[in-house]
């Protein structure tokens, strides 16, 4: 077993206990599969784990095959995992097995105090247009203006870009396709994708840096929903997590786990892999996540 208590103390400071955590084994299985006729050298699979996120510890990792677990940008934890050569019809399948403790956690009980400089390059950074964050579009600049003037700060602000975003997209389940906050105010509808991408433009029409975050919420059974959320940078608030799907400002409940934080970007797949063969030869990427709750005894 490889325990990564030693990189978080190294990496990221100290929080305070969980309270009344809920325990949850993670474990996901990939498929790279060579579908093609010719073979596959010099694989290399990023694989996003998870991410730092103040309502969950994750107190031990195994990789099989062994593999580097290593931060990348935006405090993103991920596997570098070298893999075989895949001659046609081959595959490769490795797994991660995560033991973690999640609780409920509210980010508006204490205040943060940001130094300046950092708050300056944090506006600078996450308040840029970027694909599915139409920030120019006329529509979003309309609805941001509207918001604006029931507003009397950033925090009210973000609230109120909350209500507009649950009030104008009809909240549907899973769509098959990213559709971008452009298409969302347009539509009217969408799945928690469209009303993260909407947030984020419409805080971001107005220079409050605001960023995405996907993972699952686990409701109990061993296969856990894809979901996606926001945070936002508040005065005095710091970072706080909103998801306007599920109609909850600045908490997260013990059934959120955190894996990919995207705001230098606009997308990030949780598998990225990189190879050596024809760029017309086929590859498949699967993965598959359960969950389960752990008990005394359970490993």
């Known amino acids: 077993m490889t325990t990564i208590k030693s990189i978080r103390r190294a990496l990221w400071p100290a929080r305070r206990p969980l309270v009344s955590p809920l325990r949850l084994r993670i474990e996901m299985q990939?498929?790279?599969q060579n579908r093609g006729s010719s073979k596959i050298r010099d694989g290399k699979m990023i694989?996003?784990?998870f991410t730092d996120?103040?309502?969950?510890?994750?107190?031990?990792?195994?990789?099989f095959p062994p593999a580097r677990v290593l931060e990348k940008a935006e405090r993103n934890m991920v596997a570098m995992i070298k893999v075989p050569t895949l001659h046609p019809g081959e595959s490769f399948s490795p797994t991660v097995v995560l033991?973690?403790?999640t609780t409920t956690r509210d980010w508006l009980i204490e205040p943060v105090d940001?130094?300046?400089?950092?708050?300056?390059?944090?506006?600078?950074?996450?308040?840029?247009?970027?694909?599915y964050w139409e920030t120019e579009d006329p529509l979003i600049q309309k609805f941001s203006e509207k918001v604006a003037e029931r507003s009397s700060n950033d925090e009210?602000?973000?609230?109120?870009?909350?209500a507009v975003v649950r009030e104008s997209v009809k909240l549907k389940t899973h769509l098959d396709e990213r559709r971008g906050a452009a298409r969302a105010v347009r539509e009217r509808e969408g799945d928690c994708?469209?009303?993260?991408?909407?947030?984020?433009?419409?805080?971001?029409?107005?220079?409050?840096p605001s960023r995405r975050v996907v993972g699952h919420y686990f409701r109990g059974g061993p296969e856990p929903e894809p979901h996606a959320w926001c945070e936002v940078f508040l005065e005095q608030r710091g970072w706080v997590p909103v998801d306007p799907a599920l109609n909850r400002f600045g908490v997260l409940t013990e059934n959120y786990f955190s894996r990919i934080r995207q705001g230098l970007e606009s997308e990030r797949p949780t598998i990225q892999f990189k190879y050596n063969g024809t760029s017309s030869t086929p590859v498949t990427i699967e993965e598959e996540v359960r969950m389960s709750i752990l008990t005394n005894g359970d490993k």
């Open 53 to 63: 996120m103040a309502n969950q510890f994750v107190g031990s990792i195994d990789v």
């Open 47 to 49: 694989w996003y784990l």
């Open 156 to 162: 009210t602000y973000a609230r109120a870009a909350m």
């Open 114 to 131: 940001t130094p300046e400089p950092i708050k300056r390059s944090i506006v600078g950074t996450y308040t840029r247009m970027h694909k």
């Open 193 to 208: 994708d469209e009303h993260a991408d909407l947030f984020i433009a419409l805080t971001r029409a107005v220079r409050i």
């Open 99 to 101: 033991r973690i403790d």
């Open 30 to 32: 990939a498929q790279i």
